[in-house]
């Protein structure tokens, strides 16, 4: 079965510095693979994704991630935080087609980002 | 113009009273989806609609009932809550065939079963 694992729950960093949150899949064919951005009391927004090709996949706010294969591993970066980076961040794997729905999304638990001034 | 709204946004009730929650989007899309967050964040799909037509409908309660009345609309009603039922939910659409997961999420209506 597909699974998602994100194995730190809390992370704080300071302003300027440099980002990675970590997402370990389970999933027997080519996944399609997602990062997404939960603000307090806000849904979530799409931050990237990879389907497939390149295996470093550019996002939105100054995001990427890199797909690596053989450490099942699709993990997240960012070169210099900024305090709105504060956020859930939650890793996902596609589930597969149901009859053409394609939305069914297998998430992690997600991380919570800190910033400090 | 929010391009998935949902309503209400908070909801207090006591146990076995029956509630709905409403999702409109405005995005053309095909497909909407219920999602449900539990207090630790955990994120479960729970029901699939594509074009009015059920799709996907996860291990869910029959107490939980999606109700599609055109392809922009997704309600959830649920009936006899339970202290359990407590939870974030989570409304999303998506272009269907188009980028597989790239979904639009509402805010979110926060239940909290007393």
Aim: charge should be neutral; include cysteine.
């Amino acid at each position: 079965a597909q699974s998602v694992t994100q194995p730190d729950i809390h992370i704080t960093v300071s302003e300027g510095a440099s980002l990675e949150l970590r997402c370990n899949y389970s999933y027997g064919a080519t996944p399609y693979l997602f990062w997404y951005v939960q603000s307090p009391g806000q849904g979530l927004q799409l931050l990237l994704k990879y389907f497939s090709g390149d295996t470093l996949v550019q996002g939105i706010k100054g995001f990427e991630a890199e797909f690596k294969r053989s450490q099942s591993s699709f993990n997240l970066r960012k070169p210099s935080v900024h305090w709105s980076d504060a956020a859930e961040y939650f890793c996902a794997v596609g589930a597969g087609d149901y009859g053409g729905s394609q939305g069914n999304l297998i998430f992690g638990k997600g991380t919570k980002l800190s910033v400090k001034p | 113009d929010t391009a998935v709204s949902q309503t209400p946004k908070y909801l207090v009730t006591q146990m076995g009273n029956d509630k709905s929650i409403k999702c409109e989007q405005n995005l053309g899309h095909d497909t909407m989806y219920w999602y449900k967050q539990d207090s630790k964040k955990f994120l479960k799909i729970m029901f699939s609609y594509n074009n009015k037509e059920l799709i996907i409908n996860e291990t869910v309660p029959n107490r939980f009932s999606p109700k599609s009345p055109d392809k922009a609309h997704l309600n959830l009603h649920i009936n006899s809550l339970e202290l359990g039922d407590s939870a974030v939910y989570f409304c999303a659409s998506s272009q269907d065939r188009a980028i597989p997961g790239e979904l639009f999420f509402g805010e979110g209506s926060r239940l909290t079963v007393l």
